[in-house]
């Protein structure tokens, strides 16, 4: 048998797959349980808008028909959200699909991208994939003001002239961590103006109003930044996979050059178009997610957990020892949860925030696995 492992390019060869959370389908198979809450992938446990859902309904009669390749209403209906030019978006199958497109469009074998550690798996994926070299920077320790957070100035010193590409998540996963406008701003400031920024907002919602961060308010200043966005998490469209880059339109024509005709369903088009103007139910989902991250956080301080401050809709918990039996214990109990040992966390779980009933049953079953 020919191992066809070593026919793929160098850069693959040294890829491992991305791990997803376990789906409930997957546990109920395995262990035969009921009643299972999955808190593994930072979903919207309210669902979807329920216009979005209408405007699914509506678009199903059509659905022999592709989809408009150029998505003419979403980005104009994010056009009129962003108060840019249409010029300035690219689509894409979730934020992932633009993070590769990012990558494959401006990195080389020749060339580098920089990041932190415990950043979004894909960052790594991404580069390693086109055989770039990639710059993984130290994160904060845990005993500083932003544990497990970036080292801006580590990874500004890390920037060379064969640098193309620097990942920023704000606010961060698998950690929840943010940086404050004066630190973000002053970082993307000092990069030279050939090497692109790209901002991470996927979790950005779930940040106070007083606290947000949009660095797309930036992008007239810096010529080097791209902003990527997604409806998966705050939405509550993750099924459909639809998210958005942002920058000046010189870098969304290259991004275009290579993205795949077509790479946004009809269903995904309509629904995220919706789901911008149902406002009623993205503040219903903020509301939840502030009350369910206070339980948990309440459940950490009686265990004597420790945990990092997040800005997401999920919490990264140490549990100050191998992670692995009591993410176990926690599917038994019909919960599942997010191992984190492959972004090099094995101590700790990442936990979905879930509803008030949900939160109150995994409080519950926390108790019984680490009281």
């Not at 080097?224 to 639809?242: C, D, E, I, Q």
């Not at 401050?309 to 993410?327: Q, V």
């Not at 984190?340 to 094995?346: D, K, M, S, T």
């Not at 979905?352 to 009933?357: E, S, V, Y």
Request: net charge negative; charged share 20%.
């Amino acid at each position: 048998m020919i191992d066809y492992k070593k026919l793929a390019a160098k850069g693959v060869q040294k890829l491992n797959p991305y791990i997803p959370g376990k789906p409930i389908s997957e546990l109920e198979r395995e262990m035969g349980i009921a009643n299972i809450i999955k808190l593994a992938s930072n979903e919207n446990p309210l669902g979807s808008s329920p216009l979005a859902i209408q405007a699914m309904q509506n678009t199903l009669k059509e659905i022999e028909l592709y989809p408009d390749g150029n998505g003419f209403e979403l980005k104009k209906a994010l056009a009129a959200k962003h108060d840019i030019d249409m010029d300035c978006i690219t689509l894409g199958n979730g934020s992932n699909d633009v993070l590769v497109l990012l990558a494959e469009a401006f990195l080389s074998a020749d060339m580098n991208a920089v990041y932190s550690q415990y950043c979004f798996a894909v960052y790594p994926i991404a580069v390693q994939a086109v055989g770039a070299v990639h710059k993984q920077i130290p994160a904060m320790g845990w005993d500083t003001d932003s544990p497990l957070g970036h080292d801006l100035d580590a990874m500004l010193a890390a920037i060379d002239d064969k640098t193309r590409l620097v990942f920023v998540a704000n606010p961060n996963n698998p950690t929840g961590n943010h940086l404050s406008e004066v630190e973000l701003k002053s970082f993307i400031r000092k990069i030279p103006e050939d090497v692109i920024v790209i901002v991470d907002e996927a979790y950005l919602e779930y940040s106070s109003i007083d606290e947000q961060v949009d660095a797309s308010k930036w992008l007239k200043e810096f010529s080097n930044l791209v902003v990527t966005r997604t409806f998966s998490k705050a939405y509550g469209l993750a099924g459909l996979r639809v998210g958005y880059a942002l920058s000046n339109t010189a870098i969304a024509n290259v991004i275009n050059r290579i993205r795949q005709p077509f790479n946004v369903n009809s269903l995904a088009l309509v629904a995220a178009e919706s789901a911008i103007g149902d406002i009623e139910f993205l503040e219903k989902s903020l509301f939840e997610n502030d009350k369910g991250i206070k339980i948990l956080e309440q459940t950490c301080e009686k265990l004597s957990l420790r945990y990092v401050p997040s800005k997401g809709n999920f919490l990264l918990i140490d549990f100050e020892k191998d992670a692995a039996d009591i993410y176990m214990s926690l599917l038994k109990s019909g919960i599942i949860t997010r191992p984190v040992a492959n972004y090099g966390l094995p101590n700790c779980l990442r936990i979905t925030i879930g509803t008030t009933d949900q939160m109150h049953r995994l409080d519950k079953a926390m108790e019984n696995v680490c009281g």
